[in-house]
């Protein structure tokens, strides 16, 4: 029996990286595409092409057939040293947007069998995020549309771009809005990381005890592990929901609670000194309401749990940075 074929388009990243090797453990024949290599693991993927999505000749060499699952997570993105500085926001529109122009019109010509598109969070209104302690963040508040940064634009303009082929065309597509994914083999440093990596980084480095925590550290957010965002997505691929829902914790915490979490993860006193800084919205937090009724399942994984497996990733990278 020949395996089913799927295509990672953005394997080369955090999220894409765990799925090639999910998806190979569950006997796919996996095609890998991005614009670099996997920086931490060698990716198990029976082919890896690095290309650039941006060019619609690529996309026709890496969608040539009807493979039965693609996923499209390719993105220019990071945390929020990147979204929210306004520096990159014409990049970050123009990038995205023609990934995912090409990647819809060329999955329709292939006859792809089923295409999931990672959608974010970002795309909910700031006005229903400006209480850190309620915000709204239910699926159907996606409308009227005001999100806080052209990230998030350009993640609402892309799931009209799936779903208009879907109505048009017959494609087959899912859409997940992800809620901060975190874990190992991620971005850490540099500036393009997520609050999770940041923080374990920042605790695992400092000498003095100290660290720095952009704004007032009251903002909150939810964080998902990897492994229960990929559980989620293979549920919602293997389901008859379209979509788009949530997939993310409902385990809300402040900035401040996640540095004391990873502080304790940790077994360090850390203090916090605050200081100005991109902050995005003042609260966000996802409600799985909709992922529950469609799909009988939510995420149930305890923060803490997930940010001990994280710690002791980042605190070895750090470790080995100094060598």
Not at 116 to 134: G, T
Not at 289 to 294: A, D, F, T
């Amino acid at each position: 029996m020949q395996n089913k074929k799927a295509l990672v388009l953005g394997a080369g990243g955090f999220i894409g990286g765990h799925l090639v090797k999910r998806l190979k453990k569950e006997g796919y024949w996996v095609r890998a595409v991005d614009l670099k290599r996997h920086e931490y693991n060698e990716s198990p993927a029976d082919e890896f092409i690095v290309g650039d999505l941006r060019d619609p000749k690529l996309c026709e060499q890496v969608i040539d057939q009807p493979f039965d699952r693609l996923y499209q997570l390719a993105a220019d993105m990071g945390g929020a040293g990147y979204i929210f500085s306004g520096n990159n926001d014409a990049a970050i529109m123009h990038n995205s947007a023609t990934v995912n122009l090409n990647v819809a019109e060329q999955a329709k010509k292939a006859g792809v069998k089923k295409l999931f598109y990672s959608s974010s969070a970002c795309i909910y209104p700031e006005r229903n995020q400006l209480d850190p302690k309620k915000p709204v963040c239910s699926e159907e508040s996606a409308y009227p549309a005001a999100p806080d940064s052209e990230y998030g634009w350009e993640k609402i303009f892309s799931e009209r771009i799936y779903l208009a082929y879907a109505r048009n065309y017959g494609m087959n597509v899912r859409i997940a809005r992800f809620h901060n994914i975190f874990g190992p083999e991620g971005t850490w440093t540099g500036g393009k990381e997520k609050a999770p990596a940041a923080v374990c980084r920042k605790v695992a480095e400092t000498k003095n005890g100290e660290i720095e925590i952009w704004g007032d550290g009251e903002q909150t957010r939810s964080f998902l592990y990897i492994d229960e965002c990929l559980e989620g997505v293979e549920r919602l691929m293997s389901s008859d929901f379209q979509g788009p829902v949530n997939i993310g914790s409902e385990e809300m915490v402040s900035i401040n609670g996640l540095v004391d979490l990873v502080s304790k993860v940790a077994e360090k006193k850390v203090n916090i000194k605050h200081v100005p800084g991109p902050l995005g919205v003042r609260g966000r937090n996802s409600d799985n309401r909709l992922i529950r009724e469609k799909l009988g399942w939510a995420p149930s994984q305890t923060l803490e749990k997930g940010i001990r497996e994280t710690y002791a990733w980042i605190a070895k990278q750090v470790t080995e940075n100094k060598k």
